[in-house]
């Protein structure tokens, strides 16, 4: 079986603090992706930067102690592609490529289109610079996309539909381009196509009591090209896990562990 998690850590460092290395041990994982690592690899001990011995991918932003993206996978990767060849996305350190043999691992960390909307075309070019990545990599074997996407798909996915309609991350012109990605071009949401069940959310605001009363939203999935349908046999959310106001989701595989 081939398992990954993915995890916004909200900063690695101060995950690290709160059990990130202790948990990433007991996870047992294939493969790790984790977003806002908000860390330089230098500024990092040695155990972070590569936990428990595992071939590490790092794609920080330029700006310090923001955005970033790591990969973590228990067998090194074929090849590892950093960004999307686009300068005004690549300097944010969101998108790393890790091609295994049976499939690529997309790590990225979506673009937050802001209170004001303000980063809303950048988001948009962003999701399509990805929607052409993603089907360019497909022509070679299939893909697996995850990360904290910024965007919570339907109603089900968060916890206030309503009162969230003209706030980012629930903006039709998001929701929309997720509606693409599966319907017009086969791509499945892993925990869906598991759970169809309303409540589960895998971030939470860090106002108090928020978390605790489960009002959240689903901003973090693992999307699988529809070629790898036949081989998913679990995907979850995991909001015991603290460490980040997100917490881990996984997606579990029957494929060869390379």
Same mark, same amino acid.
Not at 56 to 73: L, M, Q
Not at 112 to 128: E, G, T, V
Not at 207 to 226: F, H, K, P, Y
């Given at each position: !079986? ?29 493969? @790790?992706? *984790? ?13 972070? +930067? ?17 955005? =970033?993206?790591?990969? /973590?996978?228990? %067998? ?5 592609? *950093?960004?999307?060849? %686009? %300068?005004?996305? $690549?300097?944010? =350190? ?8 049976? +499939? /690529? @691992? *997309? ?20 999701? &399509?610079? !990805? ?17 904290? /996407? ?20 629930? +903006? ?11 319907? &017009?071009?086969?791509? *499945? $949401? ?18 108090? =009591? ?32 603290? =460490? ?15």
């Amino acid at each position: !079986m081939f398992t990954l998690y993915s995890w916004n850590v909200n900063g690695i460092r101060s995950a690290a603090e709160q059990g990130f290395l202790e948990w990433f041990a007991a996870a047992d994982p294939d493969v @790790v992706c *984790v977003q806002e690592v908000k860390a330089l690899p230098e500024q990092v001990s040695p155990e972070l +930067l590569a936990p428990l011995g595992y071939h590490a991918s790092w794609h920080p932003a330029e700006r310090r102690g923001y955005s =970033g993206v790591a990969t /973590f996978s228990r %067998r090194p990767p074929l090849a590892v592609q *950093v960004g999307l060849g %686009r %300068r005004d996305v $690549d300097r944010e =350190g969101r998108v790393l490529v890790s091609e295994f043999p049976a +499939l /690529f @691992v *997309v790590n990225a960390y979506f673009p937050n289109s802001q209170r004001d909307h303000a980063r809303l075309p950048y988001k948009l070019a962003f999701c &399509r610079a !990805m929607l052409r990545k993603l089907n360019a990599l497909r022509k070679l074997k299939p893909v697996l996309l995850c990360g904290d /996407f910024n965007i919570a798909h339907h109603e089900i996915d968060l916890a206030n539909p309503k009162a969230n309609r003209k706030n980012a991350g629930f +903006l039709p012109e998001e929701r929309a381009w997720l509606e693409r990605l599966a319907r &017009r071009h086969g791509y *499945v $949401d892993s925990f869906r196509r598991r759970c169809p069940d309303p409540g589960h959310y895998s971030w939470w605001s860090q106002r108090a =009591g928020v978390r605790e009363r489960n009002i959240g939203w689903r901003l973090d999935m693992v999307w699988i090209s529809a070629e790898l349908l036949p081989a998913l046999r679990d995907a979850a959310i995991h909001p015991q896990v603290h =460490g980040s106001d997100h917490c881990p989701v996984s997606a579990s595989l029957e494929l060869d562990r390379g």
